[in-house]
């Protein structure tokens, strides 16, 4: 199989160059600075093993590879915000022997969030999920670390409709060649419903800054609850906190320090654009379908996206700011 990696930031080219260390056939899908770093001086990946400098082969889009292979995996890995693109583009290309991508190719949804295998599904014949516990960095073009061990990441791996298949079998055999664990699952968007409750607090640590505080953590535990609710509401199941532990415990252990997650980094690169309609927005949604009220996770996808609008630096509000914001729209609710 070939590997194409429809989105090569700190989570796409950290498989992408531990796939191709390992031995697979992998391209890189990027754009502007990051590509042209990734053609000129190629991809610069630190792990715990130490950085290597990939040359792997680079495309902005699908017209560049011609027809496509019918071995080709797609793996979506940019933020949902611009999966829509990603998929139009990718999916109507042409495959050898007939058909298009969106027919004949399997196309797997490594984002935060649950929207992009909806999305997928309204285009894509073979629909998979991969809930991602991968904790990379990616500020600079050509460039991103991921420094876990002693797994560099942990990626259930299913069919977005429910079940597996013997392709994401083989997909997971190839990943765990390359560092990675990858247990196939019947139910991988309880898993990634479950990762969504996590990554609520993603605008917190955008807006206010990622080190650590009781105050960020009570903001979390806030928009959690409302999560809680509006799943519990929807009728919708998540794998528990416990199982999500055990998953992990010991496998994706990071190095001391504070980094700043996939929001934070958007803001820090200047991206103009943030995941956060599709994280806390998701819990709004709900909440407004099943109601719910959820005033935090309404407050925190407002602020991180006037942030990503206005170029704001992240961590410029205080954290106290940002409680009251929530207070007041709890008071309304």
Known sequence: MRYIIIGAGAIGATIGGRLAEAGAEVVLVARGAHAEALKAEGLRLTTTDGTRVHRIPVAEG?????????????????KTQDAIAALDAWGDAEVAGGGTAAQRLPVLCAQNGVESERLALRRFARVYGICVWLPATFLEPGVVSALCAPLTGILHLGLAAGGADARAGRIAADLEKSGFEAPVVEDVMRWKYAKLLGNLGNAVQATTGPEPHPAKAALLLRAQREG?????????????????????????????????????????????????????????????????????????????NIFAREGLPPGAMSVEDLTALADEAAARA
Request: hydrophobic share 35%; charged share 25%.
């Open 228 to 304: 809680r609710a509006a799943l519990a509401a929807a009728g919708i199941a998540c794998a528990s906190d416990e199982e999500q532990a055990a998953a992990r415990d010991g496998k994706v252990v990071q190095p001391p320090g504070t980094r700043g997650g996939s929001s934070w980094q958007s803001l820090r690169r200047g991206t103009g654009s943030i995941e956060a309609d599709y994280l806390n927005g998701e819990i709004s949604l709900l909440g407004r379908l099943h109601g719910v009220p959820t005033p935090v996770n309404d407050t925190l996808r407002h602020a991180a």
């Open 62 to 78: 699908p017209e560049e590879l011609g027809e496509l292979r019918p071995d080709d995996v797609l793996l979506l890995t940019v």
